[in-house]
């Protein structure tokens, strides 16, 4: 069964303690793996796009790695406005389309 | 600067009642998706549509109808909303006829069914 699990489910930092998030999934035909952030009441934003193992994009304190099994989303000194869901999701063809499946999502709290 | 743009942002509702849910984007984009999310799940694809005149059904459809007879716009209608369609709906846009690189999401729809 195509599935994307990301861990831990929540995960509390103090600031400047730096951590990282899971993603593995198992698809079969994987086409892309993405990383949204999603503020409480609003919808996700997209971070990043990774197409094959081996592959790594950075945004200031984010840094986003890809095997074949599983991402992992960096954090370097998070300061508290990185506190957000982190959602990941990753693109196969199935049934006819380009789907999306995606995690239920890491709930991070950076406090000062 | 718009982009997608959600109507109502919250909505309660009868058991029974039917209502729809307004999804516009201004950048042109073929494709248009509509999404729930629920606590502890991840988000999952109700429709979608690659273009004018073409939808296609996702992974939870039952239960909504949508259509698209214009680029812009993509309604999903819940005819006779049930407790189960509790939940935050996400409507999304890509450029290309499928889900291309970004997808841009609105700013969700909270519907509460009692």
């Known amino acids: 069964e195509d599935q994307v699990t990301q861990s831990p489910e929540a995960l509390r930092l103090q600031e400047g303690e730096s951590s990282s998030l899971n993603c593995s999934y198992t698809?079969?035909?994987?086409?892309?793996l993405f990383w949204y952030r999603q503020d409480p009441g609003k919808g996700p934003e997209f971070l990043f796009t990774?197409?094959?193992a081996g592959e790594e994009k950075e945004k200031e304190r984010l840094k986003a790695t890809l095997t074949k099994k599983e991402s992992f989303l960096h954090i370097t000194a998070p300061k508290p406005e990185d506190s957000a869901t982190y959602l990941c999701?990753?693109?196969?063809?199935?049934?006819?389309?380009?789907?999306?499946?995606f995690g239920a999502g890491t709930r991070l709290a950076v406090h000062p | 600067n718009a982009g997608v743009t959600q109507t109502p942002k919250f909505q309660v509702l009868k058991t029974g009642q039917s209502m729809t849910l307004q999804c516009a984007q201004d950048?042109?984009?073929?494709?248009m998706s509509w999404y729930r999310q629920d606590p502890g799940m991840g988000l999952r694809l109700i429709h979608y549509s690659v273009g004018a005149g073409i939808t296609d059904q996702g992974e939870v459809p039952n239960g909504y109808n949508v259509s698209r007879s214009t680029t812009e716009d993509f309604p999903l209608r819940l005819l006779s909303a049930a407790p189960s369609q509790t939940s935050v709906y996400f409507c999304a846009s890509a450029p290309g006829g499928q889900a291309g690189n970004t997808i841009y999401f609105g700013e969700g729809s909270w519907l509460t069914v009692v």
């Open positions: 950048m042109n984009h073929e494709y």
């Open positions: 990774l197409y094959s």
């Open positions: 999701a990753v693109r196969m063809f199935s049934g006819g389309y380009n789907k999306l499946i």
């Open positions: 698809v079969s035909g994987l086409r892309g």
